[in-house]
């Protein structure tokens, strides 16, 4: 679509505002609301512009006072809407349209820390390869009753039978239609907002469920992702409900993830690599999990990018806590289903739902590009239960950003100055968490040390 056809598509549907959103760091959407008329003016214009420091700001609102990368004066850059992601705002009762766009600066670089420009480059780097990355995300989240006061925990929230939820009530049919009304405008706003969403299921925590994600293009995944967690808030909010993507929001329920499935193309044939003419493992599909293997430790703050992150890499608790892979098995980090040659893939189970869905399948496909210019060979696939097996995850945020900090091979992928950009941020988060005192702190700490 060009910018043209941009314009005509916003003025045929006689759209009142559009919001103009790029993803931060934490995959926040920021940007600007403009009218239509001047949306459709400004196309092509350097107009619609912020500054530069959006990309240096935290999940709670702060910014890195110190920075490498960004300018100290806040410089202006412009958001340039990408066409192809133009989409209705599904939950406003007069036509509003939103667009992501990409940050350019004034002499029309791109803003090579801003996420999407991340995930590009990643996919260039294929490219050059002749190859081409195909994923599927399965995106999982809870549903909870309204929380106005921080310092109480959540709960699960009245379902239709006027009953709360227990949990463990892994893919139940009926627990999964104590929220129809919820679930039926998630899939009415997706099919407004042009979402391509497959199939939905119960999990296993309480008001926990999953939504799995058809597969394509990483990019326009990312996009997907990015603007499906807003859709979901906005349709648990119409029904008096808060929708959560934390990795781990209640104490004794399982965490939530995002598995990415992914799988590479030759761009010229269209054929799976992964599979050999034979319809074998090929040497690239297992350099490609050597890769995931050597670089997923380090890759964590990606991955799991916030302290309430590690809370879901547990022991038997539904998340894998290391990198080992196998076939068909969910207790590993890494698992390749069984499926024919053509869809021959293997999924990364390490994500948590809270990460940025650009920066997680930027950072998964980077592990794989490694593994396959480093020709790194996997170990032996696991059989049975690979919680058996020790922890080689990070345990918590500040080891995790110390492994990143030392992978220069990964930095390099993913581009040195997002590296810096991206450690500054969640430095500043840590240290934010750091001044908090918990109450677990004052139970045991107060009256017995």
């Not at 107009?47 to 420091?53: E, G, I, K, V, W």
């Not at 939504?211 to 990015?226: K, R, Y």
Request: glycine share 6%; with cysteine.
């Amino acid at each position: 679509m060009t910018n043209e056809e941009l314009a005509e598509w916003v003025t045929s549907r006689t759209i009142d505002e559009v919001e103009c959103l790029v993803p931060d760091m934490a995959g926040i959407a920021r940007g600007k609301i403009l009218p239509c008329a001047k949306f459709v003016k400004g196309l092509g214009g350097r107009d619609l512009r912020m500054p530069d420091s959006v990309f240096i700001q935290t999940v709670t609102g702060d910014f890195v006072q110190e920075t490498e990368v960004a300018s100290d004066q806040s410089l202006d850059v412009y958001l340039k809407p990408d066409p192809g992601t133009i989409r209705l705002v599904p939950w406003y009762p007069t036509p509003v349209a939103q667009v992501v766009c990409d940050a350019v600066y004034l002499n029309d670089k791109p803003v090579d820390y801003a996420p999407r420009a991340v995930l590009r480059r990643v996919v260039e780097l294929f490219a050059k390869k002749g190859l081409k990355p195909v994923v599927a995300p399965e995106l999982e989240f809870y549903l909870v009753k309204k929380n106005v006061d921080p310092d109480y925990p959540l709960e699960p929230p009245i379902g239709l039978s006027g009953r709360q939820e227990s949990g463990r009530q892994a893919y139940g049919i009926e627990a999964a239609n104590e929220f129809d009304p919820i679930v039926e405008d998630i899939y009415d706003y997706c099919e407004a907002a042009d979402i391509d969403i497959d199939t939905l299921a119960h999990e296993a925590g309480a008001a926990q469920l999953e939504i799995n994600f058809n597969h394509g293009d990483p990019m326009e995944l990312a996009d997907q992702v990015f603007l499906f967690k807003r859709l979901v808030r906005q349709a648990a909010l119409k029904h008096g409900v808060h929708a959560t993507f934390m990795a781990k929001p209640h104490q004794n329920q399982p965490g939530s993830s995002m598995h990415v499935h992914q799988s590479l193309l030759d761009i010229e044939t269209g054929r799976n690599v992964f599979s050999t003419k034979a319809g074998k493992e090929s040497k690239q599909f297992l350099h490609y999990i050597g890769g995931l293997q050597r670089y997923l430790s380090p890759s964590m703050p990606l991955l799991a990018p916030n302290v309430n992150s590690y809370r879901r890499i547990a022991r038997y608790s539904d998340a894998p806590i290391n990198v080992h892979w196998g076939r068909d098995n969910r207790t590993v980090g890494l698992r390749v289903p069984e499926s024919g040659p053509e869809a021959r893939r293997v999924e990364n189970r390490v994500a948590g739902s809270d990460a940025n869905p650009y920066l997680a399948i930027a950072a998964t496909l980077a592990c794989g590009y490694l593994g396959l210019t480093e020709k790194l060979e996997p170990q032996k696939p696991v059989e049975g239960d690979a919680y058996r097996f020790a922890f080689s995850l990070p345990r918590h945020q500040g080891d995790a950003l110390y492994k990143f900090n030392y992978a220069k091979p990964l930095k390099e992928a993913l581009g040195e100055r997002f590296a810096k950009a991206y450690i500054e941020v969640k430095n500043t988060e840590y240290d934010l968490y750091q001044q908090v005192i918990s109450s677990w702190e004052r139970e045991n700490l107060l009256l017995n040390v």
